[in-house]
């Protein structure tokens, strides 16, 4: 039997080519050899979301690019999180047995309380308990996730053997799988794509916008004249170019540093390079966009046979906690 794959993101925004890069083609990679269940988050976004008027268009937004970038639903349950409910009963039962303390040490949600210090609000402290949920209600083995979800899946695993131990061989341990693309840093030069508006590139963006926010990009600070010889190793734009322009990546890098080619030039390149490898994703997300009856249709199915998975382990989990 194919081992299972279980990953979530958030419906937070629009997915850019950082998302791409990092989860997505892996995502649609694993499909060859894993049976794989993909999920929109919702309820983790409202730890983070006061205003959730957008939240309906932006779970839509994710399955549309999920879609275009190659899921294939025939293969893989794709689904929102809320429409299988199941997921917040097994959160309660799980919260029993974890220790407020192991939540309070998580470093994402240390960085929450900065970052919302107004809303720190009970689900948020739970974060990691739902995601533990999520991966053992749909009796995940694998997880693909980037670095910073790994204290979440080591919380899960800690999780998980408390709950066997406590009430017997349940749950499933799974392993993490991290993409093996580093961070997509910023074009405004921030740590991370998407952590600030415009400093990202929209995988739905047209080919215009696309230009425009690789023309406003950061590149080498320390090159501001035509002349001066540049530092592809610190540049974005240059890291950029080791996914889209495999083959000429050697030239850039010579002709960055003996000042032969300019930024404008160089960045010129790299905006044809992403909308060329970008246009039948784009194509095939327009045609999408233009079928919400489609989409609704997909995930009314995801859900359904999501949920067939979610209630025979919840019926487990109760019967050995004793509760039925
Ligand atoms: N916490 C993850 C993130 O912020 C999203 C997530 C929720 C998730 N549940 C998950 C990821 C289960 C992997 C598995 O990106
Ligand atoms: Fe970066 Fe290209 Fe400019 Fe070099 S030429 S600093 S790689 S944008």
């Given at each position: 039997?194919?081992?299972?794959?279980?990953s979530g993101?958030?419906?937070?925004?629009?997915?850019?080519?950082?998302?791409?890069?990092?989860?997505?083609?892996?995502?649609?990679?694993?499909?060859?050899?894993?049976?794989?269940?993909?999920?929109?988050?919702?309820?983790?976004?409202?730890t983070?979301?006061?205003?959730?008027?957008?939240?309906?268009?932006?779970?839509?937004?994710?399955?549309?690019?999920?879609?275009?970038?190659?899921?294939?639903?025939?293969r893989?349950?794709?689904?929102i999180?809320?429409?299988?409910?199941?997921?917040?009963?097994?959160?309660?039962?799980?919260?029993?047995?974890?220790?407020?303390?192991?939540?309070?040490?998580?470093?994402?949600?240390?960085?929450?309380?900065?970052?919302?210090?107004?809303n720190?609000?009970?689900?948020?402290?739970?974060?990691p308990?739902?995601?533990?949920?999520?991966?053992?209600?749909?009796?995940?083995?694998?997880?693909?996730?980037g670095?910073?979800?790994?204290?979440?899946?080591e919380?899960?695993?800690?999780?998980?053997?408390?709950?066997?131990?406590?009430?017997?061989?349940?749950?499933?341990?799974?392993?993490?799988?991290?993409?093996?693309?580093?961070?997509?840093?910023?074009?405004?030069?921030?740590?991370?794509?998407?952590?600030?508006?415009?400093?990202a590139?929209?995988?739905?963006?047209?080919?215009?916008?696309?230009?425009?926010?690789?023309?406003?990009?950061?590149?080498?600070?320390?090159?501001?004249?035509?002349?001066?010889?540049?530092?592809?190793?610190?540049?974005?734009?240059?890291?950029?170019?080791?996914?889209?322009?495999?083959?000429?990546?050697?030239?850039?890098?010579?002709?960055?540093?003996?000042?032969?080619?300019?930024?404008?030039?160089?960045?010129?390149?790299?905006?044809?390079?992403?909308?060329?490898?970008?246009?039948?994703?784009?194509?095939?997300?327009?045609?999408?966009?233009?079928?919400?009856?489609?989409?609704?249709e997909?995930?009314?199915?995801g859900?359904?046979?999501?949920?067939?998975?979610?209630?025979?382990?919840?019926?487990?989990?109760?019967?050995?906690?004793?509760?039925?």
């Amino acid at each position: 039997m194919k081992k299972r794959v279980f990953s979530g993101a958030r419906p937070t925004a629009r997915q850019h080519i950082g998302n791409y890069l990092g989860a997505i083609q892996n995502y649609v990679a694993l499909q060859e050899e894993y049976e794989c269940v993909y999920c929109v988050v919702d309820i983790h976004a409202l730890t983070s979301m006061e205003d959730t008027r957008p939240l309906q268009e932006y779970n839509r937004e994710i399955v549309l690019d999920w879609l275009a970038a190659g899921m294939d639903t025939e293969r893989t349950i794709i689904f929102i999180q809320s429409h299988v409910p199941e997921v917040m009963e097994l959160h309660t039962l799980l919260s029993m047995v974890t220790p407020l303390s192991w939540l309070m040490r998580v470093p994402t949600f240390k960085e929450k309380v900065k970052q919302q210090p107004e809303n720190v609000n009970y689900g948020l402290v739970g974060y990691p308990v739902l995601q533990a949920a999520d991966i053992t209600l749909y009796k995940a083995d694998v997880v693909p996730i980037g670095e910073d979800q790994l204290p979440h899946l080591e919380l899960t695993r800690e999780i998980v053997r408390r709950f066997n131990n406590q009430f017997g061989e349940t749950l499933i341990e799974p392993v993490a799988k991290l993409t093996s693309f580093p961070r997509i840093v910023g074009l405004d030069g921030s740590d991370k794509m998407g952590k600030t508006s415009g400093n990202a590139i929209e995988l739905a963006a047209t080919p215009e916008e696309t230009e425009v926010r690789i023309m406003t990009a950061v590149t080498d600070p320390a090159r501001r004249y035509r002349n001066d010889p540049g530092h592809p190793e610190v540049c974005n734009i240059y890291s950029l170019h080791g996914y889209f322009s495999e083959s000429q990546i050697a030239d850039i890098f010579r002709q960055c540093r003996a000042a032969e080619i300019g930024c404008v030039d160089c960045k010129k390149l790299l905006a044809e390079h992403i909308n060329s490898s970008l246009r039948a994703l784009r194509e095939k997300r327009s045609e999408l966009a233009a079928r919400p009856e489609y989409i609704t249709e997909v995930l009314t199915d995801g859900a359904q046979r999501a949920r067939i998975i979610a209630r025979e382990t919840l019926h487990q989990v109760k019967q050995n906690m004793r509760l039925i």
